[in-house]
């Protein structure tokens, strides 16, 4: 640790102290902060150039001082977002300095890092390559505590009024502030406590009382029982202390576009005549102020709204291709260049004018890939960044032609390979073992490490793709769907996704979560190590199906049965885990199958211990082929407005 950063850090020990003496002393709460790990960039590059621009007039770029500030530089792909929040007892000055301070010392913490926040004791300060106005974040949380209760069912019971109180106050509050103060009594240990809830002033009233919800319950698995805490998120904070720590202006309100109160009664005597008509000028002057003010409060609105939607269309229109284009780079969608095809139309291959290669998805007018879906994949695709996840280039949509270009993947479809009795001979174990952790990875960003939460819908053989290193790279988002963080399960009238693949609560009542994808994992890990498809596989000596057979045969302690026989010698023991990991992943009960962050954890451990699978889940039980007049009858007897994809590669 340098000399002066050093002295900064006994200059905020001191500090605290001082303001506050009943936070823990043994952590450092004046200045908490956490920087990004989406990605990184270089200190002389645009970006960050245009980031120390943002950050250097951050407090001084306004007119209205409320405590806080938002701002934007640069443009494209470059452009960066801040924003700044303080305690709204601080005064403008004491706002100013500590939001510059945080936002500097925050651009030191993270040198390269395109994501940071930083927690002062009375501010906030964040920075992003991404949009951070209007949307809540509540992660990373971070917590700071003092005290101890003598009583905790009583100290919870006195919490939970106030917190509810707390909570609903500051949702409720203006476009200029979003934050409460109150109190309550504590009577075993014999004091009042103190409470404050704030939300950036930017969220919807929702969105303030969801975060809000989130930090309370983040009290629940860090520090039930401590009679002060401060929970930390980057949309909004919550304090409670056994002494005032808040200024007593908190109390007032804050200015609001509500009309003013009833004025008092007009005085009695000879003045009675003045006073009224002094009050009429004073009502008919703050009436014309109101008005004043929404009208330009509306403008404002108006012109962010406008400016976001032109954000949107502008970061649309920068993955945009012409159709000529695509049309010369694909050899006028020769045959030549054809890679695919699948029930949403044909792939190809492709080479732009600066050498480029693509894969052009060009979608069939009939197919059942509609504009929504179209959108969706854009959309969803354009914003995901994963080694492990196909990279979308862009689109085309001119007339009835409908295009998806994405980065040129050499070694095509996973079920190119693996199901090919001379191709799959080439993929010894050490390289199957690699696709499997690589897909597992994929998944767990896209269910837990994105800033959104996605659901894929669809994962198949198919839909994995295999670059010049044999590294997977999931592709095909047209059936994904975004889901809120907390949300356990989604309920869909129109299901979609490919038999074989799909759980079965999703398959039959619609239900789909993050387990519906674990289910589809854990299929595609048997095929793996069996280089059978699920949906054509049949033991003719017993009639079972892939997810039977391989049941049956590790709970018989026979599972080198299920291992290709191409595999030769390899790692038995490591396949056989493996086995064990899909079965858990198969599970009919979805609340029994793992998340995948426990998957990838026990593919990079073999010291966890793993629990014993039940007989998996299957819809049906028929001898006959999946494609075949008696499965579809099955299948298709729901009422659901159903959208199967057979296994045929596309």
Known sequence: MSTSRLSLFFFYAILIILVNPTI??????????????????????????NLNTLIS???????IDYGFYNFTAGEGTNKVYATGLCRADLSPTDCRSCVNMSAHELLQLCPTQKEGV??????????????IFGVMETKPTRALTSGNVSNLTEFNAVLEPLFYDLRVRASAGGIFRKIAVGTAYYKSDNYTIYGLMQCSPDLLEMDCSNCLVVAQNYIQGCCSGNSGLRILAPSCNLRIETDQFYDSTLVQSPPSLSPPSPLPPPPQGKESNLSKTIIAIVVVVVILVVIIIC???????RKQRKKAKMDEISSTESLHFDFP?????????????????????????GRL???????VKRLSPGSGQGDLEFKNEILLVAKLQHRNLVKLRGFCLEGCERLLIYEFVPNGSLDQVIFDPTKRAYLDWQTRYKIIEGIARGLLYLHEDSRLRIIHRDLKTSNILL??????????????????????????????GTYGYMAPEYAYHGHFSVKSDVFSFGVLVLEMICGQKNGYFRNEENGEDLLTYAWTNWRNMTASNIIDPTLGVGSTTE????????????????????????????????????????????????NAEPDSQSDQSILLASTNDASITALHPR
């Open 24 to 49: 823990n002393a043994q952590r450092d709460p004046y200045v908490l902060h956490e920087c990004s790990t989406t990605g990184n960039v270089t200190s002389n590059s645009t970006l960050r150039e």
């Open 57 to 63: 007039t951050l407090s001084s770029n306004t007119q």
């Open 118 to 131: 930083m927690w002062y004791m009375n501010c906030t300060a964040r920075y992003s390559n991404n949009s």
């Open 295 to 301: 009208i330009w409060i509306s403008l404002r609105v």
């Open 325 to 349: 284009t695509i049309r010369v780079a694909t050899d006028n969608f020769s045959d030549a260049n054809k890679l695919g095809q699948g029930g949403f139309g044909v792939v190809y291959k």
């Open 353 to 359: 004018s600066n050498g480029q290669e693509i894969a």
């Open 467 to 496: 670059d010049d290193e044999m590294n997977p790279k999931i592709a095909d988002f047209g059936m994904a769907r975004l889901v809120i963080v907390d949300q356990t399960h989604i309920n869909t009238n129109r299901i979609v």
């Open 575 to 622: 396949i056989i885990r493996c086995i064990h990991i899909g079965l858990l992943c198969v599970q009919e009960n979805a609340a029994d199958r793992l998340t995948m962050a426990s998957v990838v954890l026990m593919l990079n451990s073999n010291s966890i211990t793993l629990s014993v699978p039940s007989r998996p889940a299957f819809f049906l039980h028929s």
